[in-house]
């Protein structure tokens, strides 16, 4: 089962756009990761927010929280062919002994030159 | 490098056989997860080692997938009497501390396995 939800499952930009990619999740949670995947590789951890953040900054990303919706959105600015990849939203719940790490189905990004 | 490694990249398997997938995990790190990610899907859980614990294993489809990591590093995924719905990316990640939601996971290339 799969907590959160991204939208839209498909994003085609022309390079120096932005990009908005949007998780839904379901229930509470801690912190909320992004991930990107590149293709057949693994996923690589972009950046985290907790909680009681709202946003974030980590170069041309910038990642918003609202824990009232349960949403999350990551905005890539001025976007390079190189961002072209899949994105995944990615948020813990409480296990007995670990935080459990649930993926998103994803936003497939494609970046025009 | 100092990464996630997995072996074998790419695995055929005739329906039946049995096939065995290796993680090497970035050293002194405690925690190790294994992935299942089907074409166009997000990764979905499957297990949880914590050194050579398996704390949580409820995301195996089935008991013909087995996990170990006897030593606490190297861990091996294990299906048996593969199915045509096992094809599949199977993702191997580690993160350095004991399963904190603020862990950042790295994450080996992937194994994928088509199963004719």
């Known amino acids: 089962s799969q907590q959160g939800e991204e939208d839209p499952q498909a994003l085609s930009i022309q390079e120096g756009e932005n990009a908005t990619m949007n998780c839904s999740y379901k229930t509470s949670i801690n912190n909320l990761q992004w991930y990107r995947q590149n293709s057949g590789r693994g996923l690589v951890h972009l950046i985290l927010i907790r909680s009681n953040e709202r946003e974030k900054h980590s170069g041309r990303l910038r990642v918003t929280l609202d824990t009232s919706k349960k949403s999350s959105s990551l905005l890539i600015t001025a976007s390079r062919a190189a961002d072209t990849a899949s994105y995944f939203c990615a948020t813990d719940v409480r296990e007995t002994s670990y935080d459990k790490v649930i993926f998103g189905p994803g936003t497939s990004l494609s970046v025009i030159p | 490098g100092a990464g996630v490694s997995q072996s074998p990249r790419y695995k055929v398997a005739k329906r039946g056989q049995d096939v065995a997938l290796r993680c090497d995990p970035i050293s002194g790190h405690v925690s190790l997860f294994w992935y299942q990610q089907a074409l166009g899907q997000g990764p979905e859980f499957l297990t949880y080692f914590q050194n050579e614990a398996q704390l949580d294993k409820s995301g195996l489809p089935s008991d013909r997938f087995f996990a170990e990591r006897p030593e606490g590093s190297v861990s091996t995924l294990k299906i048996q009497r593969t199915q045509q719905e096992d094809s599949a990316v199977y993702l191997c990640?580690?993160?350095?501390?004991?399963?904190?939601?603020?862990?950042?996971?790295?994450f080996g290339p992937g194994t994928r396995l088509t199963v004719l």
């Open positions: 990640a580690s993160s350095l501390f004991v399963g904190r939601g603020t862990d950042t996971q790295y």
